[in-house]
């Protein structure tokens, strides 16, 4: 395509006048001279590509008006690919690909790829897939889409949903779902999805799913809540611990279990609770399996019914006890078997 210099100028008549050239007086009277440059300015065209400052582009065509996309404060080798009223400022080598009043700013080698109303700001490395209202502001995280998301978790990842906020150690990871915050200063923290989570303590935590469920453990680490409505894992204590499910179970000890039901409590070192309704395990290497209202509150006792409280360490409470299949001869049976001796149980000495 020819190029005509500003220099250049053009003779124009009024469309009432015959175009060809008689060499009258008249006719000519009514010629205007005009350049190329005011031909430019007339038209209001801009140039694609158009570039400005040093190596920076914004593509294909910058709007006209208030809603332009802008390259501003000694950014350098930085892109704008379409949009309206996005700006790059102060930044080396980043990229927004479209969409409109997204932002970067002081963060190098960021990219902001669609979406609207998004802010990336002193975060190098720092990534925005599209979605909506999202801010970032550490380096190396991701917001992959969603809405209204916050990002200040160094190498964190946000995968999409609503309104999630990673406010604390490096690695943390929110997957999907509606309003998840994960706020301790503790590292690589994840929660998978479903509503409403909270890891506010300890590193290396994961909640799967469900709503309303919480690791707030201080200092604690590993500790895991796959599922269920409103359980918590917390206090410095509760490390390698894990609720598996169920609802308004809380589990404050190290290395313990729910492993579901309701309103249960583990808050003995290693103990473990199976299930049922009201139970707790409060005493070292405890355990529930299961049924109401039962305490096992001595070291290493164990409970099977309901309504039970135990009294004596290293035992076994039950309501009831029917054993089935009893030997009928001591033969072969190691100290401490119990055996049938013709309707009389005896014990292995």
Same mark, same amino acid.
């Given at each position: 395509?020819?190029?005509?210099?500003?220099?250049?100028?053009?003779?124009?008549?009024?469309?009432?006048?015959?175009?060809?050239?008689?060499?009258?007086?008249?006719?000519?009277s009514k010629r205007k001279?005009?350049?190329m440059?005011?031909?430019?300015?007339?038209?209001?065209?801009?140039?694609?590509?158009?570039?400005?400052?040093?190596?920076?582009?914004?593509?294909?065509?910058?709007?006209?008006?208030? &809603?332009?996309?802008t390259?501003?404060?000694?950014?350098?080798?930085?892109? #704008?690919?379409?949009?309206?009223?996005?700006?790059?400022n102060?930044?080396y080598?980043?990229?927004i690909?479209?969409?409109?009043?997204?932002?970067?700013?002081?963060?190098?080698?960021?990219?902001?790829?669609?979406?609207?109303?998004h802010?990336?700001?002193?975060?190098?490395?720092?990534?925005?897939g599209g979605?909506?209202?999202?801010?970032?502001t550490?380096?190396?995280?991701?917001?992959?889409?969603?809405?209204?998301h916050?990002?200040?978790?160094?190498?964190g990842?946000?995968?999409g949903?609503l309104?999630?906020?990673?406010?604390?150690?490096a690695?943390?990871?929110i997957?999907?779902?509606?309003?998840?915050?994960?706020?301790?200063?503790g590292?690589?923290?994840? #929660?998978?999805?479903?509503?409403?989570?909270?890891?506010?303590g300890?590193?290396?935590?994961?909640?799967g799913?469900?709503?309303?469920?919480?690791?707030?453990?201080?200092?604690g680490?590993y500790?895991?809540?796959?599922?269920?409505?409103?359980?918590?894992i917390?206090?410095?204590?509760?490390?390698?611990?894990?609720?598996?499910?169920?609802?308004?179970?809380?589990?404050?000890s190290?290395a313990?279990?729910?492993?579901?039901?309701?309103?249960?409590?583990?808050?003995g070192?290693?103990s473990?609770?199976?299930?049922?309704?009201? &139970?707790?395990?409060?005493a *070292?290497?405890?355990?529930?399996l299961g049924?109401?209202?039962?305490?096992?509150?001595?070291t290493?006792s164990?409970?099977?019914?309901?309504?039970?409280?135990?009294?004596?360490?290293?035992? *076994?409470f039950? &309501?009831?006890?029917?054993?089935k &299949?009893i030997?009928?001869?001591?033969a072969?049976?190691p100290?401490?078997?119990?055996?049938?001796?013709?309707?009389?149980?005896?014990?292995?000495?």
């Amino acid at each position: 395509m020819a190029i005509i210099p500003n220099s250049c100028r053009f003779h124009v008549v009024s469309s009432t006048v015959d175009t060809v050239d008689r060499g009258s007086a008249e006719f000519q009277s009514k010629r205007k001279i005009f350049t190329m440059a005011d031909i430019a300015e007339t038209v209001a065209v801009t140039v694609s590509p158009y570039t400005i400052g040093e190596s920076n582009s914004i593509l294909p065509v910058i709007p006209t008006g208030v &809603n332009v996309n802008t390259i501003t404060g000694g950014s350098c080798c930085s892109v #704008i690919s379409g949009g309206d009223s996005n700006c790059i400022n102060g930044t080396y080598r980043a990229t927004i690909g479209g969409g409109g009043v997204n932002v970067i700013s002081l963060s190098n080698n960021a990219t902001v790829a669609g979406g609207s109303s998004h802010c990336i700001s002193t975060a190098p490395s720092g990534t925005i897939g599209g979605g909506s209202a999202h801010t970032l502001t550490q380096s190396f995280a991701t917001i992959a889409g969603g809405r209204c998301h916050i990002q200040d978790s160094s190498c964190g990842f946000i995968g999409g949903g609503l309104n999630h906020c990673e406010d604390g150690g490096a690695f943390a990871t929110i997957a999907g779902g509606c309003e998840h915050e994960i706020t301790s200063s503790g590292k690589a923290n994840t #929660i998978a999805g479903g509503l409403v989570h909270r890891i506010c303590g300890g590193e290396y935590g994961f909640i799967g799913g469900g709503s309303g469920n919480r690791i707030c453990a201080t200092a604690g680490s590993y500790n895991a809540l796959v599922s269920g409505l409103s359980n918590d894992i917390e206090s410095s204590s509760a490390e390698y611990s894990i609720i598996g499910g169920g609802a308004l179970n809380d589990l404050t000890s190290y290395a313990s279990v729910i492993a579901g039901g309701l309103f249960n409590d583990a808050t003995g070192c290693q103990s473990v609770v199976g299930g049922g309704n009201g &139970n707790t395990a409060s005493a *070292t290497n405890s355990g529930i399996l299961g049924g109401n209202g039962n305490t096992a509150s001595c070291t290493t006792s164990f409970i099977v019914g309901n309504g039970i409280t135990t009294d004596r360490v290293c035992s *076994t409470f039950v &309501n009831n006890l029917s054993i089935k &299949n009893i030997p009928t001869s001591a033969a072969g049976l190691p100290s401490g078997s119990v055996w049938n001796n013709s309707g009389v149980l005896n014990i292995v000495t």
